[in-house]
């Protein structure tokens, strides 16, 4: 079966333009979540959608981040007036939204890794 | 402070070696607890839940220590493909919380 998919894998742009980041989740999946991972370090919480509400949007790091998600399948993630310290890998996860967290595995993506010059 | 701290390694270890990560956690209200695993320009990928009663899958051992806060992976019987970056995470379990803190990860090198 398809597992979570993303695009662009690669993307690279110039400081101050926009982009758009797309998640195509594991058919089935209510829980979307996005992550941001700079080199070397861990990832980051971005924002977290149960079908297409977002109930935790508490890692999105200014107002140039914003996403929307269409029922419960794909995802955006957009960038505005993008800045070098955006430059990182993109995670997307899925998962069944199920009640207990413990077992709620969370599947990611490829990511998109996002070169802001 | 950060949330989940990990020692990043790189630990080298031969073949066969036993090897221990150890990563702690600050928050005390954190719930849930796993390991990922990480291979080099590769998305994260679960390889275990940790309980508190400790659990066991294969050569992996979880243990966690809720008064210390404080998770532990053990390896037995390292195999080259073991090679990865190990990724210490938690949840808190508050309503609507779901999102994961990951630590920054420890790194295992095996060596033939």
């Known amino acids: 079966g398809a597992g979570v998919s993303q695009s662009p894998s690669n993307k690279v742009t110039e400081k101050g333009k926009d982009v758009e980041l797309r998640c195509d989740p594991i058919?089935?999946?209510?829980?979307l979540y996005w992550y941001r991972q700079r080199l070397g370090q861990g990832l980051e919480f971005l924002i977290y959608?149960?079908?297409?509400?977002?109930?935790?949007k508490s890692g999105l790091p200014s107002d140039r981040f914003s996403a929307e998600r269409t029922g419960e399948s794909v995802s955006t993630l957009t960038i505005q007036r993008t800045q070098q310290e955006d430059s990182a890998v993109y995670l997307c996860a899925s998962s069944l939204g199920l009640a207990l967290i413990h077992t709620d595995t969370q599947y990611f993506g490829p990511g998109t890794r996002l070169t802001v010059l | 402070r950060k949330e989940v701290e990990q020692d990043p390694g790189p630990f080298n270890v031969p073949e066969g070696a036993t090897v221990a990560f150890n990563c702690t956690y600050s928050?005390?209200?954190?719930?849930?607890f796993f390991w990922y695993r990480q291979d080099c320009r590769k998305e994260p990928k679960l390889l275990m839940s940790v309980y508190s009663s400790g659990n066991e899958d294969g050569r992996f051992t979880a243990q966690l220590n809720r008064a210390s806060q404080y998770i532990s992976l053990l390896i037995r019987d390292s195999k080259l493909s073991d090679s990865a970056t190990y990724l210490c995470v938690v949840n808190t379990g508050d309503t609507g919380r779901r999102a994961l803190t990951f630590g920054s990860g420890t790194r295992l090198q095996v060596q033939p």
């Open positions: 959608f149960q079908g297409n509400s977002a109930p935790d």
């Open positions: 058919s089935g999946h209510t829980a």
């Open positions: 928050n005390s209200a954190s719930q849930s």
